[in-house]
């Protein structure tokens, strides 16, 4: 792989979201004087760092609630951080003009968990396909039929299906219709959220080979997000484990499934399933994910770790490489 392609394509650069009400003078006031309570706040990202090569695909695991959709909608640009870059081929997003912003954000797109919840259901698939690509001056009215049918074809669809409305559609078919919308505005980067987690084993298996086979034809680059140990395992480069907000490991995907590092890497492969024929113990991690309104000190995983000692419960760890192309956050990194 030559440098230039090696260089991030996008880059989240310390990301950092709270979610909560903002107080208005009359309640800072009270605030200050002691008259108030602080409004309660989710951290919901606690400065994640992620780069991204142009062609890669990087599987980002880790429990419900953990806030990798959060990182997902970031990263397309659906939610601001409160603080912390957002860099497209090394320039920051956030400071472009409005116009320039938009017409650069194209070039990322997300595909939804929910694809019927995606879709509006008022509007015939040809409608919806075509919105946005006319609406950025990609297409004029007269191509829209072509356009669509092209966009069908190329996702498994027959283009005869365009005047149909979402409900006239499986589960898997509406997946095809979400990611051919993606598509339509002609991006090179896409955030996959949980995009094969509604779906029947079998059609997963569809979908994910047809996300493999737009890669290769279109040069595409996925952040996919998923729960799904066997799902990521099978289409990523490397993969990032979230926990509460923060990035503990990364690594290339042989080296995750084979060498992980953090206990709670650990314990998520303990806990995946296995087609191997031998008796397996399953090991639950102990314990549940912790409040986001309320995070513990230090490392966030130390009241769930089987092997928490006093530094643990004391400062949060930074990520350390521990192996070429291999990061983690364990104090016990090195003993």
């Known amino acids: 792989m030559n440098e230039s392609a090696r260089a991030p394509l996008l880059e ?9 009400a903002q107080p208005d003078w009359l309640e800072r006031l009270g605030q200050r004087v002691g008259w108030l309570q602080p409004a309660a706040t989710v951290q919901a990202l ?4 992620l780069c ?11 429990e419900s609630g953990c806030g990798k959709s959060t990182l997902g909608r970031i990263a397309v640009g659906l939610h601001a951080p409160s603080s912390g870059q957002r860099l497209w081929r090394g320039t920051n997003l956030d400071a472009l003009p409005d116009a320039e912003r938009r017409r650069v954000g194209l070039g990322i797109q997300m595909i939804f968990q929910d694809p019927y919840a995606s879709l509006n259901p008022r509007l015939r698939v040809l409608d919806q396909l075509a919105e946005a690509p006319r609406v950025h001056g990609i297409i004029d009215r007269p191509q829209q039929a ?12 027959d283009p005869a299906v365009a005047d149909r409305f979402p409900h006239q559609f499986s589960g898997g078919q509406r997946a095809r219709i979400g990611i051919a919308r993606a598509l339509a505005v002609k991006p090179e980067f896409l955030v996959c959220d949980e995009a094969v987690a509604a779906l029947d084993v079998s059609i997963q298996a569809q979908v994910l080979n047809l996300f493999m086979r737009l890669r290769e034809e279109l040069g595409l680059t ?20 979230m926990y509460l907000g923060r990035i503990v490991e990364s690594a290339p ?3 995750i499934f084979s060498r992980p ?28 994910l912790p409040s986001p309104l309320a995070p513990p000190r230090g490392c ?29 956050a364990c104090h016990l990194n090195g003993e």
């Open 261 to 288: 590092a953090h206990p709670y890497t650990k314990g998520l492969l303990a806990e995946a399933p296995t087609l191997k024929v031998e008796k397996k113990r399953f090991l639950a991690i102990r314990g549940e």
């Open 46 to 49: 606690d400065g994640v760092s």
């Open 300 to 328: 966030h995983f130390h009241p769930r770790c089987p092997d928490a000692f006093e530094r643990c419960r004391l400062e949060a760890p930074n990520l350390e490489e521990i192996a070429p192309g291999h990061v983690s």
């Open 52 to 62: 991204i090569a142009r062609g890669e695909v990087v599987g980002l695991v880790g």
């Open 12 to 20: 989240l650069r310390d990301i950092r979201k709270i979610f909560g």
């Open 253 to 255: 995907s042989a080296e």
């Open 222 to 241: 996925y952040l996919f997000i998923s729960h799904d140990l066997g799902v990521v395992r099978h289409l990523s480069d490397r993969v990032a484990i």
């Open 146 to 157: 072509d356009f669509v049918a092209a966009l069908l074809r190329q996702v498994g669809l």
